[in-house]
């Protein structure tokens, strides 16, 4: 028997390819969450208004990037609604984190008395969006229905805050940033237990079956 009649006969096994898997969540929710308690802190006024890009670094370094990953990371196992959330935010935090360097830094060379109408743009906008995934959390269990919610809730207080230049609105609207913290939270408490072997916390009934 000659070779090419062994090789033909008995062909190399081919390596299969590598198979994605995991729980993306386990790094989309605590990117969610360090760049959302950054945000709260701004809002409730730890630092001062001059120091509004103090989030920054953590809102594109962190969250920005850690979400983009996850994102892509869903994608690749399958789960399109759950890598369209955290691709979703993603491009907010960024799309935030650019809006603030931009107006500091008169990138757009937007005139100071317009800036307000820039931010209520970029508000309005992405409150549209974030209502639109909050229909689609109705199929999801109640826990994420809970957070799009109150995420709904903090820019709308955010925006009314900008209109009217209210602190206490925006204040008001960094402690509602603190509620929907704390569910991210558990979240990923129950993502982290079922990734190390436990079981998932209990996240309540969706409101559509």
């Known amino acids: 028997m000659t070779t090419s009649e062994l090789d033909l006969n008995h062909p190399l096994a081919v390596e299969p390819a590598p198979v994605w898997a995991g729980d993306p969540s386990v790094l989309g929710l605590p990117s969610f ?4 308690t950054a945000l709260g802190l701004v809002l ?4 001062p208004p001059a120091a509004a890009g103090a989030s920054l670094a953590i809102l594109i370094a962190a969250t920005g990037l850690g979400l983009t990953i996850a994102a892509i990371w869903a994608a690749a196992i399958g789960q399109s609604v759950v890598g369209a959330v955290f691709g979703i935010f993603a491009g907010f935090w960024l799309s935030y ?10 990138w757009f060379g937007i005139a100071a008395e317009d800036a307000v109408r820039t931010q209520e ?8 969006m974030i209502i639109m995934v909050t229909l689609v959390t109705f199929r999801l269990p109640l826990a994420f229905t809970l957070l799009f919610v ?26 509602v940033v603190f509620a929907f913290v704390l569910v991210g939270f558990y979240l990923f408490l129950s993502a982290s237990s079922a990734a190390t072997g436990g079981k998932p916390l209990a996240l309540g009934r969706p409101v559509l079956r």
Do not use: E
């Open 150 to 175: 109150l995420v709904d809730l903090a820019l709308l207080l955010v925006l009314l805050a900008t209109a009217q230049g209210s602190i206490g609105l925006q204040k008001t609207a960094g402690y």
């Open 97 to 106: 984190s650019m809006l603030v360097l931009g107006l500091t830094h008169n």
């Open 44 to 47: 409730v006024g730890y630092v």
């Open 33 to 36: 969450i360090v760049g959302s």
């Open 121 to 128: 743009l970029f508000l309005i906008s992405w409150l549209a």
